[in-house]
């Protein structure tokens, strides 16, 4: 399924929601504050969208101009407090080894995900193992090495004018908890148990309820077949494939616990 490569005017949109909802969220606690876990649960809400945004980014999916790809990158991810050139290149790594040993998403499938904490501290070895030889361009380290400085001068500022409390509440709080949340629905729960096979190896969660909530990455295997449909897109392309992914032994799950293990067939394309 080829890219229209035309703007992709829904993630552009998504972006301007999570920064309404981050930004109206500070106003909002500032002028007219609710109980902390109200202004809690609507930054978690915002930075949910911060994956979605930055990885439909690394697919040039937002448009067919890499400039403005790269902009909605860098502006979906900084919520995240994260890279974009170094995350793009981890990104395409996991989809180049799926599910095999050196993929990049086993330090999150590798164990229960009750254990997830602990397996956070091994990415950043892991990280330096693979960068060793960073492919980044010099450009690109200088433009990776721009937002940890301003996010570090927003600290700064914050600490200064005293509502560091309020940047921590409203920002550093909802980014761990959405980061769990999103470790689990985007990294664990689409591929924990299941072999190193193009269709085998990504499960689809087929619950009507569940997808608003997650944006639809509950069909994640469509992604990984077809890199290029945009994530509003999957729930369609998965009604429209269902007969193809069935035949090709792609997992799909009505639930969201019990798994039984996926045999490693090797199936034709």
């Known amino acids: 399924m080829a890219s229209s490569r035309r703007t992709d005017w829904l993630t552009v949109l998504l972006v301007a ?37 930055w990885h439909e980014a690394v697919h040039k999916n937002v448009s067919g101009t890499d400039w403005f790809c790269d902009l909605i990158g860098f502006l979906g991810i900084f919520p995240y407090m994260a890279p974009f050139y170094i995350e793009k290149w981890f990104h395409l790594q996991h989809h180049t080894s799926l599910n095999q040993p050196d993929d990049p998403n086993k330090i999150y499938t590798d164990g229960p995900f009750w254990q997830i904490g602990v397996r956070y501290f091994k990415i950043l070895s892991f990280a330096r193992k693979r960068m060793a030889n960073d492919p980044r361009t010099r450009q690109q380290k200088t433009l990776d090495s721009l937002p940890p400085l301003v996010i570090l001068g927003l600290y700064a500022a914050a600490w200064y004018w005293g509502v560091l409390f309020d940047l921590l509440l409203l920002w550093f709080v909802p980014l761990v908890i959405s980061k769990v949340f999103m470790d689990w629905y985007i990294n664990y729960l689409p591929h924990v148990g299941l072999p190193a096979n193009r269709f085998r190896g990504t499960r689809i969660i087929d619950l009507a309820w569940f997808t608003p909530l ?31 992914l069935e035949e090709h032994g792609v997992p799909i799950e009505s639930r969201l616990v019990g798994f039984g293990p996926v045999r490693a067939a090797v199936v034709a394309d």
Not at 27 to 44: D, L, Q, R
Not at 214 to 241: E, G, M, Q
Request: hydrophobic fraction near 50%; charged fraction near 10%.
């Open 17 to 53: 929601a999570m920064y309404g909802l981050m930004i109206g969220n500070f106003v909002w606690y500032e002028v007219s504050p609710m109980p902390w876990f109200v202004h809690v649960a609507i930054g978690v809400v915002g930075i949910h969208c911060s994956f979605t945004t």
């Open 214 to 244: 997650v944006l639809s990455h509950n069909y994640h295997a469509i992604h990984h077949l077809w890199p290029d449909i945009p994530w509003h897109r999957y729930a369609a392309v998965f009604r429209d494939k269902r007969a193809y």
